[in-house]
């Protein structure tokens, strides 16, 4: 996620897992995205739910 994406969105929750911090954010359309945090040092954030770069957020 880039500066841009990442001041666009809202953050909703944020949860300490097991697994590293799960951030539930809101994007100025009103999208939910969950992405995970791994704990792990030089794991990558992992989008999980919601729309991604990639698809721009939709749905098919």
């Known amino acids: 996620m880039n500066r841009a994406t990442q001041a666009e ?5 944020r949860h300490l897992t097991s697994e590293g911090t799960v951030v539930w954010t809101r994007d100025t359309e009103g999208r939910p995205r969950m992405t995970l945090y791994p704990h792990s040092p030089g794991a990558r954030p992992r989008t999980t739910a919601g729309g ?4 721009g957020g939709r749905r098919n």
């Not at 969105?9 to 929750?13: G, L, M, P, R, W």
């Not at 991604?52 to 698809?55: G, L, R, S, V, Y």
């Open 9 to 13: 969105e809202t953050v909703i929750s």
């Open 52 to 55: 991604t770069a990639h698809d």
